[in-house]
C-alpha cells in the first residue's frame, strides 16, 4: 500500500527525471557512451603523461603544502 501511496509523489517523479536527464547528459557529451565524461580529461593527462611523473607531481603537491603548513606554524604569531 505504501509503495503505490509513494509512486505519484512529485518529489519521486523530480529525482527520476533529473536522473534520467543526466544519464542522458553523460550519454550525450562523452566520446565513449560507455564511459562517463569525467573520465575524459584523465585519459586525455595519460596519453601524455606516465604514471611516474603524475606520482612525482602529487608527491610534490602534497610536501608543498606540509612544508607550508609547518613553516605557518613555526612562524605564527600567537596573540598572547
Known amino acids: 500500500m505504501g509503495f503505490l501511496k509513494n509512486l505519484g509523489d512529485p518529489d ?6 533529473m536522473e534520467a536527464a543526466e544519464r542522458e547528459s553523460e550519454r550525450q557529451f ?8 569525467r573520465y ?5 593527462i595519460a596519453s601524455r ?4 611523473v603524475m606520482n612525482v607531481i602529487i608527491g610534490a603537491t602534497v ?3 606540509v612544508l607550508a603548513l609547518i613553516i605557518g606554524v613555526a612562524t605564527g604569531n600567537p596573540q598572547r
Open 63 to 65: 610536501l608543498l603544502l
Open 12 to 17: 519521486r517523479q523530480a529525482r527520476a527525471r
Open 40 to 44: 575524459k580529461l584523465y585519459d586525455r
Open 49 to 52: 603523461v606516465s604514471v611516474n
Open 30 to 37: 562523452s566520446a565513449d557512451p560507455s564511459r562517463p565524461r
